[in-house]
């Protein structure tokens, strides 16, 4: 159950939740009915390229989604940006600051699945290679290291939370630049924290297995075609290999990462924590 009161007065940063069917969207969801002010942010997409549900109903990315946090009474600054582009990023914290005045909470979802599911590592392109390590890890240093700045500067402690994978627990044949992308935050995690634990930033982890996101449908396309499979049998295989049965609802993903972001965590630093229905348990 949320809590409304727990985020009162924070302002939340959520990068990459541009997309309706998405873990952004439903974090940024979560922290503003838990009484955070949100900013979000995305890279910008043609109409064209959104995915046949987001056209029909109209979405309209970020905007879209600062309208139904608006709508929840939390205000909602709605922002484009390359997080793999340092002035961008530089920008993005510097209008958080002009228009909030401060920022406590940084969860960096942005992320590309480059060919996750369908790239062994003897054919991967380096141009897929570079493009998954430059956003994946790239973008998670660029917001931390700037963002971050901006929550020390507030002086009021604060959480940074990055979103990696199950990919990044153990290798995964045929997901290329991605598992060690993934390896990279969840170190990169352990690393921060320990810089920032005295000044009262924490900095967690939080390992997505099988949830119902666009991303995932398209791992799922992919490994459906590599390995020939007919429809729907990857997806049966992938929640018979989960001990609870079934795919992760983002819902339930948001709330682990509303518990990272809250003082009910506020001794729990370095750590990541999977979300997977069981299928680790390390």
Not at 47 to 65: I, N, T
Not at 136 to 158: A, E
């Amino acid at each position: 159950m949320s809590n409304t009161q727990g985020l009162s007065g924070k302002v939340a940063l959520i990068t990459g939740a541009a997309r309706h069917r998405g873990i952004g969207r439903a974090i940024a969801l979560r922290l503003a009915e838990d009484g955070a002010d949100i900013v979000i942010c995305g890279r910008p997409r043609s109409p064209e390229s959104y995915p046949a549900h987001e056209q029909e109903m109209k979405w309209r990315g970020v905007d879209s989604l600062a309208q139904e946090i608006e709508g929840k009474g939390r205000q909602a600054l709605a922002l484009e940006c390359d997080v793999t582009n340092k002035d961008q990023v530089v920008a993005m914290v510097e209008t958080i600051k002009a228009r909030f005045g401060r920022l406590d909470i940084i969860v960096n979802n942005a992320g590309v699945p480059s060919d996750a599911g369908a790239s062994p590592i003897l054919d991967t392109g380096e141009d897929v290679w570079y493009q998954t390590m430059d956003v994946n890890v790239n973008g998670v240093f660029l917001v931390s290291k700037y963002g971050g700045r901006l929550i020390r500067d507030s002086g009021n402690g604060g959480a940074i939370v990055m979103i990696a994978s199950l990919a990044g627990r153990v290798g995964l044949q045929d997901y290329g630049a991605y598992c060690a992308s993934k390896f990279g935050v969840i170190g990169f995690t352990q690393q921060l924290a320990l810089e920032l634990a005295k000044t009262g930033i924490r900095v967690n982890c939080v390992s997505p297995g099988s949830h119902d996101t666009d991303m995932m449908d398209g791992t799922i396309a992919r490994a459906t075609e590599l390995y020939q499979l007919p429809d729907g049998a990857f997806k049966q295989q992938l929640e018979e290999f989960i001990p609870m049965g079934r795919q992760g609802k983002v819902s339930e993903l948001a709330s682990v990462v509303s518990f990272m972001c809250s003082q009910d965590a506020s001794y729990v630093t370095g750590q990541t924590i999977n979300v997977d229905g069981g299928a680790r348990l390390d």
